[in-house]
């Protein structure tokens, strides 16, 4: 039975992400997953990593609560829409904050290497937008999807890390919203 974690990192509960995070979640549940969620606008933290790396900061329960449950996931999915190329400041700073050299990676001594300390993971990034995903991918090179997949998730070892791109949001109607949901709900029946 594969243990499950769904992050969502809209800040608005009446978004179309909060849906595709519950069709996700029925989706996996019917195959027979367990699954947790985190919802990151719902934690009490301060996104600001003050210190940058010179001095820790003490983690807030809700951070450490967060983190329990994605040490005990063998799979994350990320829900997220791209805000200006990136994701909204809140996932961002969520990130900043858990993903720590001791947590999530170490750097090793006198080495550019790094160990990664989220190894035998994988991930899925569903992520909605505003534009068409041809024009995502073809004239901004996807950055949010690169920096999550590649400079955090895959740096700290999770991998693979598929991705779903949902879009445009703005113009769908409740059909179109539908088929995206039914497609969500899929992908977590496949447990992907």
């Known amino acids: 039975m594969k243990n499950i974690l769904i992050i969502n990192g809209h800040p608005n509960r009446e978004s179309f992400n909060f849906g595709i995070t519950n069709a996700y979640r029925e989706g996996a549940e019917k195959a027979g997953a367990k699954v947790q969620q985190i919802v990151i606008a719902d934690l009490q933290f301060d996104p600001n990593l003050k210190y940058g790396y010179q001095k820790r900061t003490d983690l807030e329960p809700d951070l450490l609560e967060a983190w329990e449950k994605i040490l005990w996931a063998d799979h994350l999915v990320w829900v997220h829409p791209v805000w200006w190329g990136g994701f909204p400041a809140i996932m961002k700073g969520f990130i ?27 991930a899925h990034i569903i992520t909605t937008m505003d534009q ?36 445009i949001i703005k113009t769908s109607d409740e059909t179109q919203r539908r088929k995206w949901m039914d497609k969500v709900r899929i992908l977590g029946m496949k447990l992907k």
């Open 96 to 122: 900043d904050r858990l993903f720590l050299p001791g947590l999530a990676f170490r750097y090793r001594e006198n080495s550019v290497w790094w160990d990664k300390l989220l190894a035998g993971k994988t």
């Open 132 to 167: 068409p995903v041809w024009y995502y991918r073809m004239f901004f090179g996807r950055p949010s999807i690169n920096q999550l997949k590649k400079s955090i998730l895959e740096f700290c070892g999770v991998k693979p890390v598929k991705v779903t791109i949902i879009g």
